[in-house]
């Protein structure tokens, strides 16, 4: 019988020993040297039955198929342009995949240009990390005004919360639109000094995203930026 | 006249005083300080990143690339003319070289990560100093790692076998000095980092590198702690 060597939820270091025995298995972040699993990066361990992984706690965006991401137009091309996706690798955009058809002499930067911020979805990578995107979807568009600012993208789902809920109650305590890319950039437009206020909470989440009892935390904090009363949505 | 007492009242076995931390330097993705006795040492990750000019990138693995620097007032006798020389190159190589055994970066093809090791004060034993920082700031920066590296130097002033030299020892002038720097991998115990100024028989060497493992684990743990304690819960 394995034994496990560390408790659920405990951070733990890169080389350090999780459990013991051929019963566990190494899930990502972690991997087997003969009957051990050790932990392969700075993380949070979760502990799922047999499963344990460390989820990290840190490090640059990986760009995955599906991510719905904000990403700010840096070159473009013959047909199509490069996008900065806050990531180790660049994406590109084919005028194939914008929003309309754009015909072949067309001056591209009329659609998106340098240094435009777009709400933009990855449709493929690579295994050489090569990154398409895509305009084609609800949603999906050219940001205009507001403000942008940059978090570890290991805590957006923390931003985002359990169905939306964390970034909902943002949105209605301060009356922003929100938007949060999967690669850890969030878009903000309202009233500059409601914006300031989601700006404070975002950093406050990313701070103590790991410490439980965090809405609670985010909840009075938000109350006390915007003083009002703020009712919690249970979901479901 | 033998060398009986260390020159600041030391015992053999013991390392100067250790001071760690991680995060010191905001616009990285990863940084730490390290700090033994009067040697301080700064490392800043960056990356992974794209690596340009484009001849250098490797697609089937990313890349480590290790920078070494004294500042110009850093050390006790004249001032340190900046920029990279003879020596700095081959502490950079050395120090990349005792790192790459435990960072794997083939998530990251056609990328790298810079590693950034600034000297402000020195006192003997940098390169052991610089290659703590550095392995503690490439997990901090959460670069997939599967250990993390501890380093110091052992060595023999006059016909006493002690840990971690400082200059005054490294100097000692009424005897032979032999100076060992090694790195240490911590979990299997591995050595990743052997290199030696001066004579020194084929036993004491075997009992030296023993010291250097003993003091290797003490100096991973004040890093695997310094870690920690970055997100560790702070009360309100």
Not at chain 1, 42 to 51: D, E, H, M, Q, T
Not at chain 1, 145 to 158: A, D, H
Not at chain 2, 26 to 32: C, I
Not at chain 2, 169 to 189: F, L, M, Q
Request: charged letters at 30%; glycine letters at 8%; a positive charge.
């Amino acid at each position: 019988m394995g034994k496990l060597l560390v408790e659920d939820k405990t951070i733990v270091t890169p080389g350090e020993e999780l459990a013991e025995g051929m019963d566990f298995l190494p899930a990502e972040g972690t991997f087997r040297d003969k009957d051990k699993i050790i932990a392969s990066g700075l993380g949070l361990v979760s502990i799922n039955g047999r499963l344990i992984k460390t989820i990290s706690m840190a490090g640059k965006y990986i760009p995955k198929k599906g991510d719905t991401i904000i990403a700010k137009v840096t070159d473009i091309l013959m047909s199509g342009w490069i996008l900065d996706i806050n990531s180790s690798y660049s994406a590109v955009l084919s005028v194939k995949e914008a929003r309309d058809f754009i015909r072949r002499d067309a001056d591209l930067t009329r659609y998106y240009d340098i240094d435009d911020y777009i709400v933009t979805k990855i449709v493929m990578v690579t295994s050489q990390r090569l990154v398409d995107a895509s305009m084609k979807g609800p949603g999906l568009r050219k940001l205009i005004g507001g403000r942008i600012i940059k978090v570890n993208s290991n805590k957006v789902p923390r931003i985002i919360g359990k169905g939306g809920s964390m970034v909902s109650m943002i949105k209605n305590a301060t009356g922003c639109s929100i938007i949060v890319g999967q690669n850890g950039i969030v878009w903000i437009q309202g009233l500059p000094k409601n914006e300031i206020i989601v700006v404070k909470t975002i950093r406050k989440i990313e701070q103590e995203a790991h410490i439980s009892g965090l809405t609670e935390r985010i909840k009075a904090f938000l109350e006390k930026g915007t003083n009002k009363k703020i009712v919690v949505e249970k979901v479901e | 006249m033998a060398y009986i007492k260390r020159n600041d009242g030391r015992k053999f076995d013991e390392t100067r005083p250790i001071e760690a931390r991680v995060g010191v330097i905001k616009n990285s993705d990863g940084s730490a300080y390290f700090k033994m006795g009067k040697t301080i040492a700064y490392a800043a990750v960056y990356g992974p990143r794209s690596i340009h000019p484009k001849f250098l990138q490797n697609p089937r693995n990313g890349k480590l690339r290790c920078f070494y620097n004294m500042m110009p007032f850093s050390s006790m006798g004249e001032r340190v003319r900046p920029g990279a020389n003879r020596r700095a190159k081959e502490i950079a190589m050395v120090t990349e070289k005792a790192l790459l055994p435990v960072v794997d970066l083939t998530q990251f093809p056609n990328s790298v990560v810079d590693v950034f090791i600034e000297l402000p004060q020195t006192d003997a034993g940098t390169r052991c100093a610089g290659i703590c920082a550095a392995s503690m700031a490439l997990a901090d920066a959460g670069i997939p790692m599967k250990d993390m590296v501890a380093s110091v130097s052992v060595g023999r002033v006059d016909d006493a076998l002690i840990v971690d030299l400082d200059y005054s020892e490294e100097s000692y002038e009424n005897g032979t000095v032999a100076d060992i720097p090694t790195a240490i991998i911590s979990r299997t115990g591995e050595i990743s980092l052997l290199q030696m100024d001066g004579k020194l028989s084929r036993e004491d060497l075997k009992k030296a590198i023993e010291m250097a493992k003993k003091a290797c684990s003490k100096i991973d743990k004040i890093q695997r702690d310094a870690l920690k304690k970055k997100y560790e819960v702070k009360n309100e």
